[in-house]
């Protein structure tokens, strides 16, 4: 484990994307490691949408981004600093491409894959930029608009789905958000404060919170 990996803002997300696929021929590993606007319901509490433009400022940067399988930093598929790993953000998300190593465990992968086996990708990262909408009766909705990109991979489980394999829980990251809300409301005031939000809806989040 890395000390990237105990940054306690680090998150994992997995989407199952029918575009993964292993090409023998072409010795290439592409897919999406993430689709934009597609809502998911992380760990019940909340839902979330990564917005286009969430990948942009990363790829524009040159964040040295890996491709590993399972997120483990002993099997690494490519870099994008050393060219075998490709990003490009299009109108459905974040697209990648990855030249894989002649190795047995890389080769196992590809085949997993070409076979359907394995049909997920994953990507982690630090949110630098989000937004949250808060509805009556709805689980809040965390827009992610910006992002820190660490490692995308092929997986066999999603990331989260009640585990803590994503090492910041959805609790975690939910609670973050109760906490700006509290932070908002002045000491000694019965009503919470504006947080532009409904009336009903501020009150239920002020009652959670206390």
């Known amino acids: 484990m890395t000390q990237r990996d105990n940054d306690p803002r680090l998150e994992r997300r997995s989407v199952p994307v029918r575009e993964l696929r292993a090409d023998k021929e072409a010795g290439t590993i592409e897919g999406y490691a993430a689709v934009f ?3 998911a319901s992380i760990g019940g509490m909340f839902r979330e949408v990564i917005k286009p433009g969430a990948f942009k ?15 483990d930093s002993n099997h690494i598929l490519g870099r994008t600093k050393a060219d075998t790993l490709t990003l490009e953000e299009d109108k459905k998300g974040l697209w990648i491409s990855i030249i894989p190593p002649n190795t047995r465990f890389a080769s196992d992968l590809v085949e997993s894959i070409r076979r359907g086996d394995i049909d997920q990708m994953s990507f982690a990262f630090i949110a630098t930029e989000e937004k949250w909408i808060e509805k009556k009766d709805e689980p809040a909705l965390r827009e992610i608009i910006d992002v820190d990109l660490f490692d995308v991979s092929p997986v066999t489980y999603p990331a989260y789905e009640g585990t803590e394999v994503g090492l910041r829980s959805a609790e975690s990251v939910y ?8 932070g908002q409301a002045p000491e000694g005031d019965d ?3 504006s947080t532009g939000l409904e009336p009903d809806v501020a009150r239920e989040i002020a ?3 206390t």
């Not at 609670?175 to 809300?181: F, I």
């Open 37 to 39: 606007n597609e809502e």
């Open 57 to 71: 400022r990363a790829i524009k940067d040159g964040q040295d981004v890996r491709a590993l399988w399972n997120h």
């Open 175 to 182: 609670q973050d958000h109760v906490q700006s809300l509290e």
């Open 191 to 193: 009503e919470p404060a």
């Open 207 to 209: 009652d959670l919170i």
